[in-house]
Each structure stands twice: as C-alpha cells, then as structure tokens.
C-alpha cells in the first residue's frame, strides 16, 4: 500500500543470504537497461534509501519472475547506476512539487 512518505506500492520479499539468515527487502523499482529486467531492492528495516541490492529478473510465464543475483561486476554496474539515476530524479521531483506549493 503507498503512503505520503513512501509513495510507491510496497511489495515485500524475503531473500535467503548466504549464511541462511532471510531478510526482508521491498521492491522500490523495477526497471530496464539495455534490454534486461532488473529489481532494486531495499532493506525493509530502513527508513531511508542508504542501502539497496539490484537483481536481474528472469521471467518464469504468467507474470511470475525469479530474482537472479548479477555475478559480473559490469552489469551490477551499470544496473545499480540506472537505479541511483531514477533516486535522483524521483529527490528533483520532490523539490520541484515543494516549490510549485
């Protein structure tokens, strides 16, 4: 459910570390770059964007998708840097509608 403070819907996935711990994150964007389907993903015990992990979707049919973890530094890269763009834009856009008040 969006709310004033965070204005996106919220969807919720709990992801399963290395050392086994799950954790929950919410989906903040789901958005593409050169073709491929990533998921910038941000802790859920946050109140602030400070720390995020990107996914590469892989698409399973009938809408359902499986988050893939991105191996090659390159396209993390290039994926995390799409995802700062759209934070940037998204502060600039809160900037501007304050001042259009």
Known sequence: MASEEYPFEETMVTL???DGQDRDFYIDEIYEVDGRTYA???PADVEEIAEYYVF??????N???EMEDITEEEEYDAAADA???RLDTRAWNRIFEKEEE
């Open 63 to 65: 809408d359902d998708f």
């Open 83 to 85: 995802y700062e763009e």
């Open 56 to 61: 590469r979707l892989k698409p399973l049919g």
């Open 40 to 42: 910038a993903a941000i």
């Open 16 to 18: 399963t570390d290395e």
